[in-house]
Nanobody, 120 residues
Framework: QVQLVESGGGLVQPGGSLRLSCVTS????????MGWYRQAPGNQRELVAR???????NYADSVKGRFTISKDNAKNTVYLQMNSLKLEDTAVYFC??????????????WGQGTQVTVSS
């Protein structure tokens, strides 16, 4: 059974920091592309940061220079370090694990989400 469990969300003031964690189980973590997405009320889910299995990372323009995604293969965990948080970063943050096999079969898993609220 595949599980992705996020934690680390909460209430923070503008300019503050949070670190989100996503612990996975039931997958070969090292071969998956891992990502963080977010969804604010009334908005579509959007990519925040992604780290490929080979280590290449990409970020949404809105978070570049403030957020950092990292993986710990030994702990089957992906992190999102969020610094200089802004009001507009308020959203539910979701962890995603994605893998496409050589036969084009895809495996796409989501966590349940963790709320991040930036407010003064």
């Amino acid at each position: 059974q595949v599980q992705l469990v996020e934690s680390g969300g909460g209430l923070v003031q503008p300019g503050g920091s949070l670190r989100l964690s996503c612990v996975t189980s039931g997958i070969r973590f090292s071969i998956y592309h891992m990502g963080w997405y977010r969804q604010a009320p009334g908005n579509q889910r959007e990519l925040v940061a992604r780290r490929g299995s080979g280590g290449i990372t990409n970020y949404a323009d809105s978070v570049k220079g403030r957020f950092t995604i990292s993986k710990d293969n030994a702990k089957n965990t992906v992190y999102l370090q969020m610094n200089s948080l802004k009001l507009e970063d308020t959203a539910v943050y979701f962890c995603n694990a994605y893998y496409s096999s050589s036969s084009s079969r895809t495996y796409d898993y989501w966590g349940q989400g963790t709320q991040v609220t930036v407010s003064s």
